[in-house]
């Protein structure tokens, strides 16, 4: 049963243009969202993140947009330039009790090449 | 200002053999996940440890493997009589307590290979 599911195996962009990558969820119980990027033999590291209460999360070339009816994110990279191709990952949470958040459910991971 | 340590970065045992991980989170961190990444997959929760306490193992097959994270001293993860199926790159993950935000900053994993 995959609940977050990156639809784009791999997507290629040419410099300077936007990147954009999807992320759909069937959990309606997440409530915190975030992005990783991982390049190979590394582990992710952390990019952005949208809490449920919020629509847009923004922070220098990147943007986060979360459509929560439809179960929807995206990351938005502009411009996107060579050393942003890595693996992103689409990674929701949720509360495990009290005011701390448990387990990352990841996304299968979008490959992005971005062309000088 | 180190950020999460694992070792070894690299693990070659055999089938049958014990395999040993560990995990020093970021200071200041007392929570730790550990997570699974196999072949051509995106990473799988395993478990979720705050200071000598298993907060969530719904992750966690149910023989071989078990976790740890002591008072004192480094998470470990154990995988008793590994099998080739086990060889995948293991990941583990810090936060810090409480706080509305769950930033999980992980290390750069170990590579555990079964011959």
């Known amino acids: 049963d995959q609940q977050v599911k990156q639809n784009s195996p791999s997507l290629s962009v040419q410099e300077g243009r936007i990147s954009i990558l999807n992320c759909d969820y069937t959990n309606s119980m997440f409530d915190y969202f975030l992005w990783y990027k991982k390049y190979p033999a590394e582990g992710p590291t952390f990019l952005i993140s949208?809490?449920?209460?919020?629509d847009k999360n923004e922070d220098g070339r990147f943007t986060v947009f979360l459509n929560k009816s439809a179960k929807h994110l995206s990351l938005h990279i502009v411009p996107s330039q060579p050393g942003d191709s890595a693996v992103y990952f689409c990674?929701?949470?949720?509360?495990?009790?009290?005011?701390?958040?448990?387990?990352?459910?990841f996304g299968q991971g979008t490959i992005l090449t971005v062309h000088p | 200002n180190a950020g999460v340590m694992q070792n070894p970065r690299h693990l070659v045992r055999r089938r049958g053999q014990e395999a040993r991980l560990r995990c020093s989170p970021m200071k200041g961190h007392s929570h730790v996940y550990w997570y699974r990444q196999l072949p051509e997959e995106g990473l799988k929760f395993m478990v979720y440890l705050q200071k000598e306490n298993i907060i969530d193992e719904s992750g966690m097959p149910k023989e071989r493997f078990s976790a740890e994270f002591p008072k004192e001293g480094p998470s470990i993860l154990r995988i008793q009589q590994v099998v080739r199926g086990d060889s995948a790159a293991y990941f583990c993950a810090s936060s810090a307590p409480g706080g509305a935000k769950n930033i999980q900053y992980f290390g750069a994993g170990t590579r555990l290979s079964v011959l």
């Open positions: 990674a929701p949470s949720t509360r495990a009790g009290g005011t701390s958040y448990g387990k990352l459910t």
């Open positions: 949208i809490s449920s209460i919020k």
